[in-house]
């Protein structure tokens, strides 16, 4: 997984994301992710407002056979994050609201994302910190399942510079009839595109 904020000026940013998912370690594609927008910070540097867009390309097994069926999704999708830390924890809230424009389909969900990130070897997350990382992120429909699915994730990552971090993890998902394990590894660039503070 790749995940991009890069400040276009105070106010601005730009996310940009790519996730690629396999059925093994490389090789057998289960999904392709393409995930951007445009956001804008209501206060310095956090309580973010985004608008954005997403294309979702799925390669789904039938049944018990070698045989996949592709599937194509388009989202578009609004969502608010904020952020705060008390000492050495960091916590992030995020509100999604997703409208998914699937073959002969349209379906609205709701997504609430709560993750945590503490430094083990620095007071704080800096330069070459090592850090424990967690999630959980709940997905509720607005029809009937209502309950969609829900991801418990934990990770080690590394702060390699104020610009880029790495995670290397595990997630489980569950949703109503199955639950799936996946070992993530995750890079995140925040490179801004102006230097100016």
């Known amino acids: 997984m790749y995940f991009g904020n890069q400040a276009i000026n105070k106010k601005w940013n730009w996310h940009n994301e790519v996730q690629y998912r396999n059925y093994n370690f490389a090789g057998d594609t289960q ?4 995930r951007t927008g445009i956001g804008y910070n209501l206060s310095d540097n956090n309580n973010n407002l985004l608008l954005g867009y997403a294309y979702i390309n799925s390669q789904n097994y039938v049944g018990d056979t070698d045989d996949k069926i592709s599937v194509d999704e388009n989202r578009i999708y609004q969502q608010f994050t904020t952020r705060q830390n ?37 007071p704080k997350m800096e330069d070459k910190a090592l850090y424990i990382s967690a999630y959980n992120e ?9 309950f ?11 702060v390699i510079n104020k ?11 569950i949703q109503e009839k199955t639950g799936r394990n996946q070992f993530q590894i995750a890079i995140y660039n925040n490179i801004p595109f102006s230097s100016a503070k």
């Open 31 to 34: 999904q392709l992710l393409l």
């Open 86 to 122: 008390f000492g050495r924890v960091y916590i992030q809230h995020r509100y999604r609201v997703e409208e998914r424009f699937l073959k002969d389909d349209f379906q609205m969900r709701f997504r609430y994302f709560l993750s945590l990130n503490v430094p083990i070897n620095k």
């Open 138 to 146: 709940i997905f509720l429909n607005a029809e009937s399942p209502v």
């Open 148 to 158: 969609d699915r829900d991801r418990l994730y934990g990770a080690l990552g590394y």
């Open 163 to 173: 610009n880029f971090r790495v995670e290397a993890g595990f997630m489980r998902q």
